[in-house]
């Protein structure tokens, strides 16, 4: 799950900006990213459809207040229907109009510096460099720093990318021949746009080019690009080739394909990108630009050329004579294979599409911590002293180790949470909110969450935290949950409501999946497993029976308190407990799994069996209480993670049902044939199926391993998605 990146620009005609974002758009979708990028057309805009990118048509391009407004309007409504998890935007006019889209909306965004422009005071002030910059070479960091007082610790160094199988030599006769040049002659190639501020290079050159016809009969210029110079340079071409009576001059305009124009080519006179692009196709390189001029490239200007992004920044221009003369002896006479050598080098070492990729990542991504430091924030029943939830709460943030979260709780104290892990009031508003805006991925922890049976309160507590996560941009996921029963139908259209706005929901149970799918109409459930499950018998702290139950075979008990006070037949549901201890020579140890609500239940129950009974006086460790449903040879239990706990110990339990998920479990471990209802206790129907455990209990055990494995396998899934959806912020 990549993030969504939006990329701004004024447009996609040819230019080494413009290339750059059309391969680095490439290069990051390649990676699993969703990008859409922003800008007024070109020819790279249809190359990036035929890619399967989205492009969507902005007039970034002019400074005009209706084409502003514009713009400002195309991407808010954008950015509010497909939230991008950042904003890439590569020029001064797309950075000030994103940027205050950005900021109205609390998106990061980062820039990249192309180049070096005027810094007047008025250009200054009006300027966005956004949360994190991106420069292309070390000077034009150092162009940003010094001009802009921008912080060096958030501008890293990225490179222009090029696509080496893309651009690999290859021989192109057609290609070549329908240019109009012959086999045997050679092609000097220039692409560049042709713009007050990119032309004179091509000026300069064209000024010397009859000379290096009239030296060289079989050479021809080929210029692709387009500007507003475009028809200066037309009338200045017509004028060689009617000087010399053939078509020696080839301008072609604006074109995507040039990687078929350097497969042909012979030497390349430019700088920047597309000097980096004939390199990659072996062509030899004279390095001439508006900037400067450094020569014939080879590793003797190597660190030159890295400094400067192979503008030429700084260099002065050779004299005519001395440009001309070495273009001749590039097309005559000069051994070039070390030079190209060196070229492809460079390109392979230093301007993998890759590693610009992987630059742009690493920024999108300190850009993201920066805005949201907070990786989760997980809500859940905590903080009550319940077994279950405790324990589930303790893998989730274990699993998520070296990750800041926060965990709401209704008591800091009961909450057992690693160093890094902040907990929060659940009802502290102000404080929730606060952090919710620095988090990343809200979650509800395992659990049954969304349900009405215990309590309308938790039900709107829960569902209203998940629309306030949505409203403050986090992502969201229910975690393993369990859904239902909810029996009111303006929670259940709430329900709804809430669960189309969750970006992920993972379920612990089928028939939690099967109502989330039906209620929605779609399947977006993804059926995974308890927490529970992934604990392992060396979570188990083995311990010694007590003296009271050595010589005696131990059973662990836990009831819920329903179960033990539903009407007047408490008396009979004790004596089941001694029938079968008398019976089969047993001793209980009752286990209080939610400590409020069952030890004083469970405290009852050890009085009617003071022989053979044990409740501990003090309240247990979840590891103390675990090593309690570890030790029994067999267990009868009521809740769901007691079930679960004894099942990953290998103890077979007769599993005492009050709920839907505990019907579930039970049916899919193979143990509903001794499964009682909670609701419909009958005395000999439980001794009946208890003692069929009891002598099943062999065959049990490698049943239980098996399923316990599988959940496990699938409890990984939980963590893996929740990981996916923090990095895809």
């Known amino acids: 799950m990549g993030k969504k990146i939006a990329m701004l620009c004024m447009s996609l005609d040819i230019g080494g900006a413009e290339t750059h974002i059309y391969e680095l758009a490439r290069g990051l979708a390649a990676k699993g990213h969703e990008i859409t990028v922003f800008s007024n057309g070109g020819i790279y805009a249809d190359a990036l459809e035929k890619a399967g990118i989205r492009h969507i048509k902005t007039p970034l391009n002019s400074k005009a207040p209706s084409a502003l407004m514009k713009s400002l309007r195309i991407l808010k409504r954008e950015f509010k229907k497909n939230r991008p998890s950042v904003v890439h935007s590569h020029t001064r006019l797309s950075n000030l109009v994103g940027g205050w889209v950005c900021r109205s909306l609390g998106i990061p965004m980062v820039t990249t510096v192309h180049g070096s422009f005027s810094t007047g005071f008025l250009m200054r002030r009006l300027s966005n460099w956004g949360d994190r910059a991106l420069a292309v070479s070390e000077d034009l960091k150092s162009y940003l720093v010094d001009n802009y007082n921008y912080d060096p610790d958030k501008v890293d160094i990225t490179v222009n990318g090029v696509d080496m199988q893309r651009f690999a030599k290859r021989d192109l006769p057609e290609f070549k021949a329908s240019l109009g040049v012959k086999p045997e002659q050679k092609i000097i190639l220039m692409v560049s746009r042709m713009d007050a501020d990119s032309g004179d290079h091509i000026e300069r050159f064209l000024k010397i080019a009859p000379e290096i016809f009239s030296r060289c009969p079989d050479a021809r210029l080929v210029i692709v690009g387009d500007g507003q110079r475009f028809e200066e340079f037309r009338e200045t071409a017509e004028s060689i080739n009617s000087h010399f009576g053939a078509e020696l001059v080839l301008l072609q305009g604006a074109k995507s394909n040039i990687d078929q124009y350097t497969a042909v080519a012979d030497l390349f006179v430019g700088i920047s990108r597309s000097a980096l692009e004939a390199m990659s196709s072996s062509v030899p390189v004279i390095l001439l630009g508006n900037n400067g001029y450094l020569g014939l490239y080879s590793d003797s200007i190597r660190e030159e050329c890295i400094l400067t992004n192979l503008t030429c920044r700084g260099y002065d221009y050779p004299m005519d004579s001395e440009l001309a003369e070495l273009a001749v002896s590039c097309l005559t006479d000069r051994d070039l294979s070390k030079n190209i050598s060196d070229g492809l080098k460079l390109v392979r070492e230093q301007y993998s599409i890759e590693k610009m990729a992987q630059t742009a990542q690493e920024a999108y991504c300190k850009a993201s911590d920066e805005a949201r430091p907070y990786d989760y924030m997980v809500s859940g029943y905590y903080g009550y002293s319940n077994f279950g939830d405790d324990i589930t709460l303790k893998k989730i943030v274990s699993r998520l180790n070296g990750r800041r979260g926060t965990v709401l709780t209704r008591s800091a104290s009961k909450t057992d949470v690693p160093d890094g892990v902040g907990l929060l009031q659940r009802f502290d508003f102000f404080g929730i909110f606060g952090k919710m805006k620095k988090t990343k991925v809200f979650l509800m922890g395992s659990g049954s969450i969304l349900q009405d049976v215990t309590s309308g309160r938790s039900f709107n507590y ?237 065959n049990i055990v490698p049943v239980l391993a098996d399923y316990t494995h599988k959940a496990r396998e699938k409890a990984d899934m939980n963590i893996h998605l929740l990981v996916k959806l923090i990095e895809s912020y």
């Open 462 to 698: 829960y569902s209203y935290m998940l629309k306030k996560a949505h409203k403050y941009h986090c992502k969201t996921l229910l975690y393993a949950n369990g859904i239902g029963p909810i029996r009111k139908k303006r929670h259940l259209h709430k329900t709804k409501e809430v669960l189309n706005l969750v970006d992920v929901i993972t379920v612990r149970d089928i028939q939690s999946k099967h109502f989330i799918d039906n209620l929605l109409g779609y399947e977006k459930a993804v059926l995974t497993a308890d927490e529970g499950f992934r604990y392992t018998e060396n979570d188990y702290r083995a311990q010694k029976p007590i003296a009271a139950a050595e010589g005696k075979t131990i059973v662990g008990v836990n009831l819920r308190p329903d179960v033990l006070n539903r009407g007047s037949d408490f008396d009979g549901k004790a004596d089941f407990l001694a029938d079968i201890a008398k019976k089969h020579n047993l001793f209980f140890y009752l286990i209080p799994l939610h400590y409020s609500q069952d030890y004083p239940v469970l405290s009852r129950l050890n009085r009617h069996l003071p022989d053979c009974s044990y409740l501990p006086e003090a309240r247990l460790s979840n590891q103390e209480l675990m090593s309690l449903l570890g030790v029994g040879r067999v267990n009868i239990l009521e809740r769901l993670h007691g079930q679960i706990i004894s099942s990953v110990f290998g103890v077979p339990f007769l599993p005492v049902s009050y709920d839907p998920k505990t019907q579930e479990l039970a049916a899919a471990i193979g143990l509903d044939r001794y499964m009682i209802i909670s609701h419909d206790f009958d005395i000999s129907d439980a001794e009946s199926k208890f003692e069929r455990l009891l002598a099943d209990r062999d």
